[in-house]
């Protein structure tokens, strides 16, 4: 038997015991990385802040949700993200021309926007006429959507 498979795993960043081999931490909800050597940097890891935004936000006590820059450094990595504002899910999908489709969750075709680029995006994207940027604060929840 090996000393190793009964050894406690602690989260990296709130210091909480996992569940088991389980990586995303039940208390805090960080997803635990292999590569720690770059903690200013968002990885590709399913964590959408870096390790040390992420150490700032759980000191004040905040969910991990990505600020909007940190957000628009999100989809370079991933191609397919999602967000919610309250009860309304959002999804963003980058195509492989680069193009960004911004819509509504189960909405039709019509209504999505398409920018033709992050920067576009982050400064053109509306919901009902506000832009997106000045609604960033009010998300509630933040993930991949593939
Ligand atoms: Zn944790």
Known sequence: MSIENNKKQFCQLCNNQLNGNESICPHCGWVQQLDMDEPDKIHWSYNFVSYSKAKNLLSEGKPLIPDFSDFL?????????EFFIND????????????????KWNETDTKY??????????NKATINGVLLKNLWNQVTKFGTAS
């Open 113 to 122: 926007q398409i920018y033709s680029n992050i920067r576009e995006f982050a």
């Open 73 to 81: 450094k999100c989809m370079e990595i991933y191609s397919e993200l």
């Open 88 to 103: 309304n899910h959002f999804g963003i999908i980058t195509d492989s021309d680069k193009k960004i489709h911004f819509y």
